[in-house]
């Protein structure tokens, strides 16, 4: 299971650090990704870290704000959000890769954990 927290409501500017963390299975083999979902939109990943954390990607509209990082020995996954903007509110999802390779593409996420909403007021 994998378990997103750390959402909230915050005004334009502050920061946010969303952990996910997997229990009853590990990632230490996998690419771990972060996507957002705002309401009448896709998801889209925002950030992914592959399973050594030499390779971060991210999204063009969170690149320089947001960054990725994770500790294997304690399963986690971490998304420090600074400067957050009111177009950074959604529902954000932790999910696992089938491979080990960072990849920004939906298609390669097998294993989704539930989200949490993250509100930015201007």
């Known amino acids: 299971q994998l378990q997103a927290s750390g959402g909230g409501l915050v005004q334009a500017g502050e920061s946010l650090r969303l952990p996910c963390v997997a229990s009853?299975?590990?990632?230490?083999?996998?690419?771990v990704g972060w996507f957002r979902q705002a309401p009448g939109k896709e998801r889209e990943c925002v950030a992914s870290?592959?399973?050594?954390?030499?390779?971060?990607l991210y999204s063009d509209s969170v690149k320089g704000r947001f960054t990725i990082s994770r500790d294997n020995a304690k399963n986690m996954v971490l998304l420090q959000m600074n400067s957050l903007k009111p177009e950074d509110t959604a529902a954000y999802y932790c999910?696992?890769?089938?491979?080990?390779?960072?990849?920004?593409?939906?298609?390669?996420?097998?294993?989704w954990g539930q989200g949490t909403q993250v509100t930015v007021s201007s």
């Open positions: 999910a696992t890769a089938r491979s080990s390779v960072a990849t920004t593409s939906r298609s390669s996420y097998s294993y």
């Open positions: 009853g299975r590990t990632f230490s083999n996998n690419a």
């Open positions: 870290i592959s399973w050594r954390g030499g390779t971060t």
